[in-house]
């Protein structure tokens, strides 16, 4: 048997990289499984994927957080993803018993624009306290509501009647002067505690809108709203309501190498083909000469320099001039995922993708006790 060999750093950057050209995207299939290469063994090894892990947070804000996940396969990526997406549990309106609604919004309407109001409250409560909710079978015994328990079921209100504004100014025409409750607001939404909830759901842990200042309906004087709404857990596979993310997206890290040197007029018209931030000028210097002999011809003239790659979006449009042919190349690597994940507030930011990982772990584990039951 040949004995087994190692490629080169340099291989193994040209292997990672997606080549993005004028019209074309090559190397964009994936070639880490044995066999593919001769003389090499590229079996998975734990140590080996261990070392290569990496994990970076760009910004880390309570609704909004951007990091980098590096030395994994696109499909470990998007597996986390799609579980921040659809797999991570919320609690949202699920039904509204309406019990008068006079105002121009209908019914069907306004249950919808309802559940979709992202609410917050405390984390030990929602997460460990409240359960999820099943629905009565057909034969169950009749009762107002069979399966409703303080632990699977927190109760909310709304009341509101527009009334007209006696201390409005004469000619006023403003109507959030002129009359009382004249705009409907999730703050309008009344928490109404039952049974344990009081120990989980009080003081600044109390169930309330993400945002209070999401309108719900306009009303006019002799209009009114009573409705009684019940929340449940759920996850976005059912209904994008339970997501707990507005948006969860990756993109693959941007690659910018300058071959050649551009300088003076090129240079300047090279930084204005990327987003601001994404190329830089700065004078080439005799030490730039010493290390690059490319320049040493362009001593005291300004030349192009990546600066941060990271912020580029790949537009190619350096590819369409003629004076950038073959200095420049782009590309993409494979391994390196930059996500942006936005809470839609009920969990943090940052707290979604450590979430989503146990549930991938979850899933893990059932498959192996699956696979060893097959065997078996």
Same mark, same amino acid.
């Given at each position: 048997?040949?004995?087994?060999?190692?490629?080169?750093?340099?291989?193994?950057?040209?292997? =990672?990289? @997606?080549?993005?050209?004028?019209?074309? &995207?090559?190397?964009?299939?994936?070639?880490?499984?044995?066999?593919?290469?001769?003389?090499? *063994?590229?079996?998975?090894?734990?140590?080996?994927?261990?070392?290569?892990?990496?994990?970076?947070?760009?910004?880390?804000?309570?609704?909004?957080?951007?990091?980098?996940? +590096?030395?994994?396969?696109?499909?470990? $990526?998007?597996?986390?993803?799609?579980?921040? @997406?659809?797999?991570?549990?919320? %609690?949202?309106?699920?039904?509204?018993?309406? !019990?008068?609604?006079?105002?121009? %919004?209908?019914?069907?309407?306004?249950?919808?624009?309802?559940?979709?109001?992202?609410?917050?409250?405390?984390? !030990?409560?929602? =997460?460990?306290?409240?359960?999820?909710?099943?629905?009565?079978? #057909?034969?169950?015994?009749?009762?107002?509501?069979?399966?409703?328990?303080?632990?699977?079921?927190?109760?909310?209100?709304?009341? &509101?009647?527009?009334?007209?504004?006696? !201390?409005?100014?004469?000619?006023?025409?403003?109507?959030?002067?002129?009359?009382?409750? /004249?705009?409907?607001?999730?703050?309008?939404?009344?928490? %109404?505690?039952?049974?344990?909830?009081?120990?989980?759901?009080?003081?600044?842990?109390? @169930? $309330?809108?993400?945002?209070?200042? +999401?309108?719900?309906?306009?009303?006019?004087?002799?209009? #009114?709203?009573?409705?009684?709404?019940?929340?449940?857990?759920?996850?976005? $596979? !059912?209904? $994008?309501?339970?997501?707990? %993310?507005?948006?969860?997206?990756?993109?693959?890290?941007?690659?910018? *190498?300058?071959?050649?040197?551009?300088?003076?007029?090129?240079?300047?018209?090279?930084?204005?083909?990327?987003?601001?931030?994404? +190329?830089?000028?700065?004078? #080439?210097?005799?030490?730039?000469?010493? /290390?690059?002999?490319?320049?040493?011809?362009?001593?005291?003239?300004? =030349?192009? #320099?990546?600066?941060?790659?990271?912020?580029?979006?790949?537009?190619?449009?350096?590819?369409?001039?003629?004076?950038?042919?073959?200095?420049?190349?782009?590309?993409?690597?494979?391994?390196?995922?930059?996500?942006?994940?936005?809470?839609?507030?009920?969990?943090?930011?940052?707290?979604?993708?450590?979430?989503?990982?146990?549930?991938?772990?979850?899933?893990?584990?059932?498959?192996?006790?699956?696979?060893?039951?097959?065997? =078996?």
């Amino acid at each position: 048997m040949a004995p087994l060999t190692k490629p080169s750093q340099e291989e193994l950057d040209r292997r =990672r990289t @997606i080549g993005v050209n004028l019209e074309t &995207v090559t190397n964009v299939s994936a070639t880490e499984f044995p066999g593919n290469y001769p003389g090499e *063994d590229l079996s998975w090894d734990i140590d080996e994927f261990r070392d290569g892990l990496q994990i970076k947070f760009h910004n880390n804000e309570q609704h909004d957080a951007s990091f980098s996940l +590096i030395g994994v396969d696109a499909s470990i $990526a998007n597996a986390f993803r799609r579980i921040m @997406i659809a797999e991570i549990p919320t %609690v949202a309106i699920e039904t509204a018993f309406i !019990d008068n609604n006079t105002s121009v %919004v209908q019914d069907e309407v306004l249950a919808h624009r309802l559940g979709l109001i992202p609410f917050r409250g405390g984390q !030990d409560g929602l =997460r460990n306290f409240i359960r999820f909710w099943k629905r009565p079978a #057909v034969d169950a015994e009749q009762g107002e509501f069979p399966t409703s328990f303080d632990y699977n079921t927190i109760k909310l209100d709304l009341r &509101v009647e527009c009334t007209h504004n006696r !201390d409005a100014a004469p000619g006023e025409t403003d109507p959030t002067k002129l009359y009382n409750h /004249a705009h409907v607001y999730a703050k309008d939404i009344v928490f %109404v505690p039952e049974g344990r909830q009081v120990q989980y759901f009080s003081g600044a842990d109390a @169930i $309330a809108p993400v945002n209070p200042d +999401i309108l719900i309906a306009k009303l006019r004087p002799g209009q #009114v709203i009573d409705i009684e709404m019940h929340m449940h857990k759920g996850i976005g $596979a !059912d209904h $994008a309501k339970y997501s707990p %993310v507005c948006t969860a997206s990756y993109r693959l890290l941007p690659l910018i *190498d300058i071959t050649k040197p551009i300088v003076g007029a090129d240079a300047e018209k090279f930084a204005k083909c990327f987003p601001e931030g994404v +190329i830089g000028l700065e004078e #080439v210097t005799s030490k730039t000469a010493k /290390a690059d002999k490319a320049y040493a011809e362009h001593i005291g003239e300004t =030349r192009a #320099v990546v600066l941060d790659a990271m912020r580029d979006t790949v537009s190619r449009e350096c590819l369409r001039h003629p004076e950038f042919q073959g200095k420049v190349k782009l590309g993409r690597r494979k391994d390196h995922f930059i996500f942006a994940v936005e809470s839609s507030g009920q969990w943090d930011s940052d707290e979604l993708f450590l979430e989503s990982i146990k549930q991938l772990k979850i899933k893990c584990q059932k498959l192996e006790t699956q696979v060893k039951n097959m065997i =078996r």
